[in-house]
Structures are given as structure tokens and as C-alpha cells.
């Protein structure tokens, strides 16, 4: 079991830019989650993924986000068109789904891709 | 909606002694979990502990343990004989569907 992983791990983009940052789970999860966090403060929850299909999306993922989860095993953030705020750690989770869409079990964390806006 | 509030930005504990974080919640749920995590600097968030809402009996790990208090919406953590290792940040997280983190408690170990 490798764990959780995602690439890359910094990012330094200008204003203006798209970036893309993908996240693979621990095989045979078949939950996928997205956190943002900022310095000093706790993950903040972004969206999340049922195998394929994206379940839940957060107020906090405006439409400058976009994730994906094509064949429901690795996942794509895509950040379009970044802003300085936008500079924060983006978190990758994943979880088995032991209660068939109902709680979600002990989530697992990837090191996180540390994205920069100048 | 869930919240979860630490009411303790920082916190320091000698090297074997014991600290306790605390941590409450707030959830409409009837079904959920309880977690504390860990985060070192710079490294990624590790989980320490996971609590069951429906179960009374607290959850131990080695030398960590909690005090659930279902009715009071209480969840805190207890180290025990402290490690240098054991500094990091702590987040206490709420689950339903998706988790819930609180604010963080950062803990400092001396020798």
C-alpha cells in the first residue's frame, strides 16, 4: 500500500495562469476528497468524488475550479486563470466507503501539492 | 452543517508528561466520526485517533486517548508520557460525508 500521492508538490505560477495538480489514491479507494489550507489554519473542505461521480461541491469551490475524477481512480484540480488567494496547500484525501454513501470513514492524506501566486 | 472549535491555539507539555487538547463539535448528523489528526511541519497529516459517535467506550491508541462526551459535544485528547516526536499541529475533525476541521492546537514538547 503506497499511500496517498500527489504531484506536485510546489507549484509557483504567475496571476493569471491555470495550473493542474493530480492526486492518486490508495488503490482501491473509491472516495476522493479535496481540501484547501491556508497558514496557521485547518483543511477546508473542496469537493469529493464516489468513484466517478463528483458528490459534493463546496460554496468555497468557485467556477475558476474544476475537478475530476475521469475513471475513478486519480483526480485533477485544475485552477484556472489564478489569483494570489488562490496561494494556499491543496489537500488530497482518500477513504474506502465502508457504509455505501453514508459516513465517510478515516480519510487518508496525500503530502499536498503547496501552490504559490505571484 | 458541522463546527468544530479549539479553544486552544497552543499548548506545551514537558517531555513524559501528560497534556490534554480539547475540542467541541457541533453537527446535526445522528451518524458521524470523531478524528484528531496530526501535522507536523512541513509533513503531511497523519491520524493519531477515531472515535465511533455511537459507540460510549473511548478509543485508545498506545499512548493516546480521548474523552468523548456525546451529550456535551466534547472530544478531547489525552498524550500521555510525551514524546518529542509528539509536536506538531492537532486538528480535531468531524465526519459525516465530508470531514470538518477545527482550527488547530500546536503543541510544543520540551526537554
Known amino acids: 500500500d503506497t499511500g496517498v500521492s500527489q504531484d506536485p508538490r510546489h507549484k509557483i505560477t504567475k496571476r493569471g495562469q491555470n495550473v493542474t495538480f493530480r492526486c492518486d489514491p490508495i488503490?482501491?479507494?473509491?472516495?476522493l476528497y479535496w481540501y484547501r489550507q491556508t497558514l496557521g489554519q485547518g483543511p477546508e473542505f473542496l469537493t469529493y468524488f464516489q468513484n466517478e461521480a463528483q458528490l459534493e461541491k463546496s460554496r468555497l469551490l468557485s467556477d475558476r475550479f474544476s475537478a475530476e475524477r475521469p475513471k475513478g481512480s486519480f483526480s485533477t484540480l485544475e485552477i484556472q486563470r489564478t489569483e494570489q488567494g488562490d496561494s494556499a496547500m491543496y489537500l488530497c484525501?482518500?477513504?474506502?466507503?465502508?457504509?455505501?454513501?453514508?459516513?465517510?470513514?478515516?480519510?487518508?492524506f496525500g503530502p499536498g501539492t503547496r501552490l504559490t501566486v505571484l | 452543517a458541522q463546527t468544530v472549535t479549539q479553544s486552544q491555539p497552543e499548548m506545551s507539555v514537558q517531555e513524559a508528561e501528560t497534556v490534554t487538547l480539547s475540542c467541541t463539535y457541533d453537527t446535526s448528523e445522528s451518524d458521524y466520526y470523531l478524528f484528531w489528526y496530526k501535522q507536523p511541519p512541513s509533513r503531511q497529516m497523519i491520524l493519531v485517533i477515531r472515535q465511533e459517535a455511537y459507540k460510549q467506550q473511548n478509543a485508545t491508541e498506545n499512548r493516546f486517548s480521548v474523552n468523548f462526551q456525546k451529550a456535551a459535544k466534547s472530544f478531547s485528547l489525552k498524550i500521555s508520557d510525551s514524546q518529542l516526536g509528539d509536536a506538531a499541529m492537532y486538528f480535531c475533525a468531524c465526519s459525516a460525508r465530508q470531514l470538518t476541521f477545527g482550527s488547530g492546537t500546536q503543541l510544543t514538547v520540551l526537554p
Open positions: 488503490s482501491e479507494h473509491n472516495r
Open positions: 484525501a482518500s477513504s474506502p466507503d465502508v457504509f455505501q454513501g453514508g459516513i465517510a470513514d478515516t480519510q487518508y
